[in-house]
């Protein structure tokens, strides 16, 4: 089945720090690849996505790239900012369902 | 910007009662979800709805579950006799179609004591 693992927080940074996520995932078919991020006391938004190997998904400074001979789908961010702040889920979907498959989430603090 | 909101933000019951859920989707939207966070754990989904039926549920979703979209703006989650492990964060979800473009409540926390 489906499966998305995730680097274990909390990530703490100092602000202007660059920032990698890990997301590791095994998946039936193809899977289309997602990065959410849940602020404080809001729900899950939708960050980037990749439908395709070798796609980049970008927002908002993130970046991430769908490798699909690694399986992988790092998230990074050149200079976080205290604002980003926030957990980060990747998830994916294949197998013919649009319902996706999450990680554990993975919790980052920035300081100024 | 549309949103999905959820009510109420956090619910604490006991073991043994009945809870309801209540989210109200953003109003075009036709699929409708709900997911679960068990704390520190993965977020897991649970069940989806489409044309006033569950398309497609979990083995998470027993009978102690149900779903209902009573009038044309509220969609909720029952949970007919709450257990201990019932405590989590629920998020409600819609999208405008199949393909996706899913936007999700803040989520309501349930404790069951």
């Not at chain 1, 089945?1 to 590791?24: D, H, R």
């Not at chain 2, 699929?31 to 497609?56: A, M």
Request: charged share 20%; proline share 4%.
């Amino acid at each position: 089945g489906n499966s998305v693992t995730q680097m274990e927080g909390p990530v703490t940074l100092s602000e202007e720090a660059f920032l990698t996520i890990n997301c590791t995932y095994t998946a039936t078919g193809y899977p289309s690849l997602f990065w959410y991020v849940q602020y404080p006391g809001e729900g899950l938004q939708l960050l980037l996505k990749a439908t395709k190997a070798d796609d980049k998904g970008s927002n908002k400074g993130f970046e991430a790239t769908y490798r699909k001979e690694t399986t992988s789908f790092h998230l990074e961010k050149g200079s976080v900012q205290v604002s980003d702040s926030a957990v980060y889920f990747c998830a994916l979907n294949s197998g013919g369902s649009y319902i996706p498959t999450f990680g554990r989430g993975t919790s980052l603090i920035v300081h100024p | 910007e549309p949103e999905v909101t959820q009510t109420p933000s956090h619910q604490v019951t006991q073991m043994g009662q009945e809870v309801i859920l209540r989210c109200v989707p953003i109003s075009n939207h036709l699929y409708f979800y709900w997911y679960r966070q068990i704390l520190g754990q993965k977020v897991e989904f649970l069940v989806s709805f489409y044309n006033n039926e569950i398309s497609e549920k979990s083995e998470i979703f027993d009978d102690q579950f149900s779903v209902e979209r009573p009038d044309g703006s509220n969609f909720t989650l029952k949970i007919r006799s709450t257990k201990l492990e019932d405590s989590a964060m629920y998020f409600c979800a819609s999208s405008d179609t199949a393909v996706h473009n899913t936007f999700f409540g803040p989520g309501t926390r349930l404790t069951v004591l």
